[in-house]
Nanobody, 115 residues
Framework: QVQLVESGGGLVQPGGSLRLSCAAS????????MGWYRQAPGKQRELVAT???????NYADSVKDRFTISRDTAKNTVYLQMNGLKPEDTAVYYC?????????WGKGTLVTVSS
């Protein structure tokens, strides 16, 4: 199993930016897809963005043009750059790693967007 550790959450004002990091305990190139999901209070967990081992990316419509997922394969780390944050982006953000017979989650990092 891969271990995932998220960091970078915090309190930010509307319109601000944050960068989340997800450090993996093994090579992320060995993982079919890594992604960020979020869960707001009282809501179901939802997809934010994913990046496949080949580098292709996918985004939820609600974050397109504001969020960018990227990776540093030398550091085995996936990032989520979040710009133009809105109060509705407030949630716990979880890192996810998937490959056959594995669906691993990190413990999450809280992002609060509020003035």
């Amino acid at each position: 199993q891969v271990q995932l550790v998220e960091s970078g959450g915090g309190l930010v004002q509307p319109g601000g930016s944050l960068r989340l990091s997800c450090a993996a305990s093994q090579s992320i190139l060995s993982i079919n897809a890594m992604g960020w999901y979020r869960q707001a209070p009282g809501k179901q967990r939802e997809l934010v963005a994913t990046i496949a081992s080949g580098g292709s990316t996918n985004y939820a419509d609600s974050v397109k043009d504001r969020f960018t997922i990227s990776r540093d394969t030398a550091k085995n780390t996936v990032y989520l750059q979040m710009n133009g944050l809105k109060p509705e982006d407030t949630a716990v953000y979880y890192c996810n790693a998937q490959r056959p017979y594995m669906n691993q989650w990190g413990k999450g990092t809280l992002v609060t967007v509020s003035s």
